[in-house]
């Protein structure tokens, strides 16, 4: 039988008794050999002693749980995760750069060589390290920012050519740039872990996703597929595919859609790449990246007892951050806002009523409808951009 104070391995995982519950067993073991009247308390030698020996009993207890639990995808924590992930050719992200897709203009040709553009704040971003403008006068490559963090890039606003080189005419970025982001979490790990499994699915479309959302800087897949004979709602041609894609290298992500489509799936999207396959023949492979909805907010609530001003600046932050937060495609629904605008039952909760929340786009006017994103949208919202109306 085994000792009341050892952890224990059975069909329903693994389990080890808490610290008081060792400490109890200990001491009234220590009775039955010294005797009932031993006195055990905190600030005696013989107490102390045991609590010593008790906790080093739960604290060995603690690592074996930890070892056991890090098995699991589901369960593992820091490293040990980061070990079991490796199972699916996957590795923690670390630190990333900010990365920005930009359109080179030129004459046909023209090889750039390390290239750097600027944006409007001055900020740098490296071109691959070789870029050759094609017959047609302009390519689209991914550039990557020199410094690390959530560098952001508005449309229009990498137009600064650094490295000169004859030829290179104008640089531009259609779209806004996929912002970097801190080591990768525990929570983010698994559920990139989760997806990566649908590589081998037998649904070609999931399988997609799940190999796009393992390359190096995604954050987030968005797949459509039009099985039809006609366009279908989101606009998407007959027997095509769609993939809405945040982050990671434009060219990697059209590599990846080539290499895992099905034949003569048409991919639809805004932005392509022309990728050449084993039997030399050009592939133009077409993909979206998520457009940004800037979104507002207006709550109106009552103050109860106790509100002040920093409660209604963890509300902003609250409400921003739940809908930055939303998947691709996801609509703002209004009634969800209740939750975050209310704290989501923390203790300042209980200091205001909110009545009333209104959204609408940045520049839009304030209503009581849900807003739609598109199904290649992103809804972001800054706190700056959520205003508190007290009633």
Not at 241 to 263: E, F, M, R
Not at 267 to 285: K, P, W, Y
Not at 320 to 326: E, G, H
Request: hydrophobic share 40%; proline share 4%; glycine share 10%.
């Amino acid at each position: 039988m085994a000792s009341p104070t050892a952890p224990t391995i059975d069909a329903s995982g693994v389990s080890a008794p808490q610290f008081a519950d060792i400490l109890s067993y200990l001491q009234a073991q220590y009775r039955a050999i010294f005797g009932a009247d031993v006195y055990l308390g905190n600030d005696s030698q013989d107490g102390q002693f045991i609590g010593i020996v008790a906790r080093a009993i739960h604290d060995s207890n603690s690592a074996l749980v930890a070892a056991y639990n890090s098995f699991s995808p589901a369960t593992g924590q820091g490293n040990g995760l980061s070990n079991n992930v490796k199972i699916n050719g996957l590795a923690r992200l670390v630190a990333s750069n900010s990365t920005v897709d930009v359109t080179i203009v030129g004459v046909a040709g023209t090889t750039i060589n390390n290239g750097v553009v600027g944006d409007s704040n001055k900020n740098r971003w490296n071109l691959p390290a070789s870029v050759t403008i094609p017959s047609g006068g302009s390519i689209t490559v991914t550039a990557t920012a020199q410094d690390l963090g959530a560098l952001a890039a508005g449309i229009g606003t990498v137009t600064n050519i650094l490295t000169p080189t004859y030829g290179w005419q104008t640089v531009t970025n259609p779209t806004a740039a996929s912002t970097g982001s801190p080591v990768e979490t525990d929570a983010a790990l698994r559920v990139r872990q989760a997806a990566s499994v649908a590589i081998p699915s037998t649904t070609v479309i999931s399988g997609i996703a799940g190999a796009i959302q393992s390359i190096t800087g995604v954050t987030q897949v968005a797949a459509y597929e039009n099985d039809s004979g006609s366009t279908d709602s989101n606009g998407l041609p007959a027997h095509s595919i769609a993939l809405v894609v945040q982050g990671g290298d434009s060219v990697a992500i059209a590599q990846t859609i080539l290499n895992k489509k099905t034949v003569g799936a048409y991919t639809f999207g805004t932005t392509s790449e022309s990728l050449t396959d084993a039997a030399g023949v050009i592939n133009t492979i077409r993909f979206y990246r998520p457009s940004v909805s800037n979104v507002k907010v207006g709550i109106s609530l009552h103050a109860l007892t106790g509100y002040t001003t920093p409660i209604a600046a963890e509300i902003k932050a609250a409400v921003a951050a739940y809908i930055s937060a939303l998947p691709i495609g996801y609509p703002v629904m209004i009634s969800r806002l209740y939750l975050p605008a209310q704290l989501n039952g923390a203790a300042d909760a209980m200091t205001f009523e909110v009545t009333t929340i209104q959204v609408a786009l940045v520049g839009g006017t304030l209503g009581s409808s849900d807003l739609s994103v598109g199904f290649n949208g992103l809804a972001q919202c800054d706190a700056a951009n959520v205003t508190i109306t007290v009633v």
